[in-house]
């Protein structure tokens, strides 16, 4: 984390900044669109919101595309979903490489489409040596799903002799999950009003600061971005201890 002058305002940047872009349909609904307008609006705020948060200096940023859940929505919401993917991909490269910006992606990618696997892919390599913030993409991600599949690589070491049961460690478990050399999030926003982690993060966010806000993600700007800084900096983040000036 840095500090940073925000309109002013001498300010502690979070290092790492989670989101669960919350609202989409609601939005469209509102104005009697069809819930892919709402979703198509949401992809733009994506890439203003990778730009903003290059730009006030946040190391990372982590958002909720495509949840393991998704698949669940009607058959025309997510292929309109898929569709918006194989577009914006090719959108987010062109802003990655004007931003300096590398791209990252967490999740099960081997269930979409070759041709979409293969974007996935193509973003990570092409980025991956630029040196400004990591823009972290969870696609087919969910939390609980992340460490069943981290259970797995570990039951697998313990089968392997690689590992004793008895010496697994938290950084074991960490170094096999998406995330591993990614830091936890020290800020997590959610648009929409909803307060609920909704499968995201499960693992990293056990310190995480939460801020909710009301607006619905495609409202979602850098106003809102620094609401959600200031509002970081008035925690008292612990980690689970005490000051020495407190008794409990």
Not at 136 to 164: H, T
């Amino acid at each position: 984390m840095g500090e940073e002058i925000l309109n002013g305002e001498q300010l502690i940047v979070p290092a790492h900044v989670a989101i669960i872009l919350d609202g989409n349909g609601r939005w469209a609904k509102k104005r009697g669109l069809p819930r892919s307008m709402g979703h198509r609006e949401g992809c733009k705020v994506v890439e203003q919101t990778v730009e903003d948060a290059a730009r006030l200096g946040i190391r990372f940023l982590t958002v909720y595309g495509f949840s393991t859940e998704n698949w669940k929505r009607s058959d025309d919401e997510v292929s309109a979903l898929m569709q918006l993917f194989r577009y914006y991909m090719k959108r987010l490269l062109v802003i990655a490489k004007a931003n300096n910006v590398r791209v990252l992606s967490i999740g099960d990618r081997s269930r979409f489409a070759p041709d979409i696997i293969e974007g996935i892919n193509a973003l990570e390599r092409e980025t991956a040596m630029n040196t400004g913030l990591t823009f972290v993409i969870a696609v087919n991600y969910g939390g609980r799903d992340e460490i069943r599949r981290a259970a797995v690589k570990l039951a697998e070491d313990v089968r392997n002799g690689v590992l004793s049961p008895k010496d697994i460690t938290e950084e074991d478990i960490t170094r096999r999950l998406d995330t591993r050399g990614i830091p936890d999030p020290d800020l997590l926003i959610r648009t929409g009003g909803e307060m609920r982690l909704s499968n995201y993060l499960l693992w990293q966010c056990a310190y995480t600061e939460f801020y909710v806000t009301d607006l619905l993600w495609p409202d979602f700007d850098r106003t809102e971005l620094e609401k959600a800084i200031r509002a970081f900096n008035k925690r008292d983040r612990r980690f689970g201890g005490v000051k020495e000036s407190q008794n409990g």
